[in-house]
Nanobody, 124 residues
Framework: QVQLVESGGALVQAGGSLRLSCAAT????????MGWFRQGTGKERDFVAS????????YYADSVKGRFTISRDNAKNTLYLQMNSLKPEDTDIYYC?????????????????WGQGTQVTVSS
């Protein structure tokens, strides 16, 4: 079983950048498909980006395509989300998740393990 801990959330001005990290322990990180999701108060958890187990394939929500980049370092057991050109509507709690199945997943319910989340706030 893998444990996930996100970090890097902060308050940033619109147009700024942040890099989120997700450190994994207790499992075989390189075997998991990984994803980033975000959720606001009273809202559903929305897909942001996903990356295949070896990092060769990525997939993004339309709302972040061209601004966010998902990546992973299997040697460091760490997942990243580089967020550029941030907008106020990107304000949310961001969660990383791990999926034991093969293939990119965009549905939150398909993921097996979740971190506790990190707050990103973008001011206008």
């Amino acid at each position: 079983q893998v444990q996930l801990v996100e970090s890097g959330g902060a308050l940033v001005q619109a147009g700024g950048s942040l890099r989120l990290s997700c450190a994994a322990t207790g499992g075989t990180f390189r075997s998991y498909v990984m994803g980033w999701f975000r959720q606001g108060t009273g809202k559903e958890r929305d897909f942001v980006a996903s990356i295949s187990s070896v990092g060769g394939r990525t997939y993004y929500a339309d709302s972040v395509k061209g601004r966010f980049t998902i990546s992973r370092d299997n040697a460091k057991n760490t997942l990243y989300l580089q967020m550029n050109s941030l907008k106020p509507e990107d304000t949310d709690i961001y969660y990383c998740a791990a999926d034991r199945r093969v293939g990119i997943q965009i549905v939150a319910g398909r993921y097996d393990y979740w971190g506790q989340g990190t707050q990103v706030t973008v001011s206008s």
